[in-house]
């Protein structure tokens, strides 16, 4: 997790969660916009005893911009009509 990019991110609590009779915080995240050209959401899952991430689970989307679509179009199209 990079602390630059942490204002890139709207977070919020969720319902706790237990692991191996460990009580878990569940921390909802989600992009606040494309960040690197990907928009992600996910959760976080910190033992509260230990303080320690147990589990990290990420989703996104690979958003390619406006300017090089029209490119990938075009070769797509190009590689179906050689099949």
């Known amino acids: 997790m990079d602390s630059l990019q942490f204002k890139d991110y ?3 609590f969720a319902k706790s969660s237990s692991y191996n009779s460990n009580e878990l915080m569940v ?3 989600e992009t606040r916009g494309k960040v690197n050209h990907v928009r992600e959401s996910g959760k976080i899952y910190i033992d ?3 303080q320690a991430i147990v589990k990290i689970e990420c989703k996104g989307d690979f958003i390619i911009p406006g300017i ?4 990938f179009l075009f070769l797509t199209s190009a590689l179906k ?3």
Do not use: A, C, G, T
């Open 68 to 71: 090089i679509n029209p490119y």
């Open 48 to 50: 509260l005893n230990s």
């Open 27 to 29: 921390i909802d995240f």
């Open 10 to 12: 709207k977070y919020s």
């Open 81 to 83: 009509s050689e099949i």
